[in-house]
């Protein structure tokens, strides 16, 4: 597609719950980028992958955070045992290069997440 | 660890005035420094970007100047209208692989 898609567009969990994102890149992109965007700024980079390689996960919370990206499905954000500090706006971006070839970063409309 | 520094938090302009928001970083390994605008409630959207091979680039009203010694990067709107009215984030990238977002401007230009 010519956009960034992501669902659900707004999720609700109880705290302790299980939460899954889901985030469709830009055809032909090959770098997907996670952030965590809390009370409107802040946004936090959490993982990075090169088609389904992750790249950078140096922001990942990793005791209840993981993420994929296979080939000929969506790449997906799952929060395991969800805590309120989890809600969060979360923006799924791609890229079409990387290295010396970096370049814009395309977000998607994110999906809301509270944690009740 | 990495760390990108925004100032100010707040900036309030008259519609016409220009506008000026600045950026540190720490990671001298950066080499992409896009500048993303977000409307209330939208997805943030890139207005401008600089590599680390060029001090300035200019696209109508606004541009972006680089200074790599000082690891201090500025963006300038120039005229600014009331749809200026935005939160502005700088952002500095290490290969693409890691993006580290400043705190973010919100800016008002007021009519």
């Known amino acids: 597609g010519e956009e960034v898609a992501q669902t659900p567009k707004h999720l609700v969990r109880g705290e302790g719950q299980k939460a899954k994102l889901y985030c469709a890149p830009i055809k032909g992109h090959s770098y997907v980028f996670w952030y965590q965007q809390v009370l409107k700024n802040e946004f936090k980079f959490l993982i990075s992958f090169q088609n389904e390689n992750v790249f950078d996960e140096t922001g990942m919370p990793k005791e209840r955070f993981s993420a994929k990206c296979l080939p000929n499905s969506p790449c997906s954000l799952e929060i395991q045992a969800t805590k309120l500090e989890d809600s969060a706006v979360y923006f799924c971006a791609s890229s079409q290069g990387g290295g010396l070839a970096v370049n814009e970063q395309f977000f998607g409309p994110g999906t809301r997440l509270t944690v009740l | ?111």
Request: glycine share 8%; net charge neutral.
């Open chain 2, 1 to 111: 660890g990495e760390n990108v520094e925004q100032h100010p938090s707040t900036l309030s302009v008259q519609e016409g005035d220009s506008a000026v928001i600045k950026c540190t970083y720490s990671d001298s390994a950066s080499n992409y420094f896009p500048w993303y605008k977000q409307e209330l409630g939208k997805r943030p959207q890139l207005i401008i970007d600089i590599r680390s091979n060029v001090g300035e680039k200019k696209d109508q009203r606004i541009a972006v100047t680089l200074n790599k010694t000082a690891k201090h990067f500025s963006l300038h709107i120039t005229e600014t209208q009331p749809e200026d009215s935005a939160v502005y984030f700088c952002a500095a990238s290490t290969g693409g692989f890691k993006t580290i977002f400043g705190a973010g401007t919100r800016l008002f230009v007021k009519a």
